[in-house]
């Protein structure tokens, strides 16, 4: 759409925004959410600059793209998710984008790389990574990485980061799966729709 | 979706077509607009229900969570209920976000479902799992996710549909040396609804709009926006009125305030068999 706010216009290119909101019953204790939640706004900072590289915006000059993401269910990985989420919702809305996204979350415990964290692995101190991947290229976008109890040496890291690509494809596998199913359905539905007419 | 600008032409056309029967997208004055209702579509919650209006944008998600209180940390006159409204997906859409219109929208939401779980729950006794000691507290966190008009309705229906859908733990009051206390009973086999006496007196929202000297009911955003005055009304499922309200500084003739209100009832008592009738079905595929 039209950029709201004239000042934030370019004018060789769209601005990409995004909103994140988390419901209160999406964690197995409730919490009550205030507008500008840090995690929320550092989820939306991260999705727009993921994907302000990945959209091609330069189609779009002086136009706004939003994206809006509801957490309804978190049980760890929110952000891998709303990165893969993001993805496919601007897959069905058409927007051109210069590969698909993809993300993942990597950790490691007790000598064991963990793949897709849940909340409780997330906490338990060790390093969690998230890479974000773009799989037809394996360029790798965003890289982040917390760590408070296991300090990660080089050589952990590239092992983290070969499982993380790993996933990031299976994930991919999955996603692109879905987003032909979806295109052949809607293929089939317009094939349907001429036979009618003609 | 922004609030959406009606031009000359356009209210012209509503509002003639209103005087003739015929609205904006075909329907009678009085008839309402389909709706699907989904209920448990959230696993963390006790219960939860989307409910949306087909071939609209309008689509409401409510989740309920039950927490046990110690009424004795409770400060006096403290509510049994909390509601949160999200309108993070509509607020994008707007136009003007510094103008952020629907963070009042948001508020007159949550004031609407706080008067209409106020007149269900009461002074709390219904809640009490060991009277005057220990109750459960509802957390009913609605997020809208698209609007089309007639929001505080839809938003309502949702509500009753979500605690309709709540499940409690068994409990069980046992006494101890500090008092009276209570047991649960975590097997999910022995969940039990909530009292059968809380729907008698939960109601839901019925409006109606005035566009020219005509009330339509369940208006879309564009008669919403045309409308001069708004009569909403709680309605309970024994076909008793809880509260009305007069809306948007407009006024209703005081001779055909009956009739408007006898049509509320009327459509309240078809919301409420369209929603016993979803919840025996999802109860028996239970």
Redesign the interface.
């Known amino acids: 759409r039209e950029v709201?706010?004239r000042t934030d216009e370019l004018h060789d290119r769209a601005i990409v925004?995004c909103?994140v909101?988390q419901?209160?019953?999406?964690?197995?204790e409730?919490r009550?959410r205030r507008a500008g939640d840090k995690r929320a706004t550092a989820i939306s900072n991260f999705v727009e600059e993921t994907f302000s590289h990945v959209i091609q915006t330069s189609l779009f000059a002086r136009s706004q793209i939003?994206i809006?993401i509801?957490v309804?269910?978190a049980d760890g990985s929110v952000l891998p998710a709303c990165i893969c989420a993001t993805s496919l919702a601007l897959t069905h809305a058409g927007i051109p984008m210069v590969d698909f996204v993809t993300c993942c979350s990597i950790g490691y415990h007790d000598g064991n790389v963990l793949l897709d964290l849940t909340y409780q692995e997330e906490r338990d101190g060790g390093p969690a990574v998230s890479l974000t991947l773009m799989p037809r290229t394996s360029q790798v976008l965003t890289l982040k990485m917390e760590s408070s109890a296991v300090r990660v040496n080089s050589s952990l890291l590239d092992k983290l980061m070969k499982e993380a690509q790993v996933g990031c494809h299976q994930i991919n596998k999955i996603l692109s799966g879905k987003v032909r199913e979806f295109a052949a359905a809607a293929l089939s539905l317009r094939d349907q729709e001429d036979e009618q007419q003609a | 979706a922004a609030m959406p600008h009606v031009s000359r032409g356009e209210r012209r056309f509503i509002e003639e077509g209103v005087r003739q029967n015929v609205r904006y997208d075909g329907r009678a004055v009085l008839d309402l607009r389909h709706l699907i209702v989904q209920n448990g579509v959230?696993?963390?919650?006790n219960g939860?229900t989307l409910v949306e209006r087909v071939h609209t944008s309008a689509k409401v998600?409510v989740?309920?969570?039950v927490?046990a209180v110690d009424l004795r940390d409770e400060s006096e006159g403290s509510e049994l209920f909390?509601v949160?409204i999200?309108c993070?997906?509509v607020?994008?859409?707007?136009?003007?976000?510094?103008q952020r219109r629907f963070r009042d929208f948001s508020r007159r939401l949550e004031a609407l479902v706080e008067e209409q779980l106020r007149e269900a729950v009461g002074d709390g006794s219904i809640l009490h799992v060991v009277p005057n000691r220990f109750a459960w507290s509802l957390?009913v966190?609605v997020?809208v996710?698209g609007t089309d008009g007639n929001m505080s309705d839809l938003v309502s229906l949702a509500v009753f549909g979500a605690l309709a859908d709540t499940v409690l733990p068994k409990s069980e009051q046992i006494e101890t040396e500090d008092g009276p206390d209570f047991t649960i009973d975590t097997e999910v086999s022995t969940a039990q609804a909530l009292p059968a006496a809380l729907f008698d007196r939960l109601p839901i929202r019925v409006s109606l709009f005035k566009l020219c000297d005509t009330m339509v009911a369940d208006a879309c955003e564009k008669e919403e926006e045309c409308a001069t005055a708004c009569l909403s009304a709680l309605v309970n499922r024994n076909g008793e009125l809880c509260s009305t309200h007069i809306d948007k500084g407009g006024a209703v003739p005081l001779t055909s305030l009956h009739g408007h209100l006898s049509n509320v009832c009327q459509i309240a008592s078809e919301l409420f068999k369209l929603l016993s009738s979803e919840f025996s079905a999802a109860n028996s595929a239970r």
């Open positions: 709201a706010l925004r909103e909101s419901a209160p019953f999406s964690t197995t409730r009550r939003d809006t509801h309804l269910q | 959230i696993e963390f919650c939860s998600l989740g309920v969570k927490e909390d949160t999200d993070t997906s607020e994008a859409g707007e136009e003007d976000p510094s957390a966190d997020i996710l």
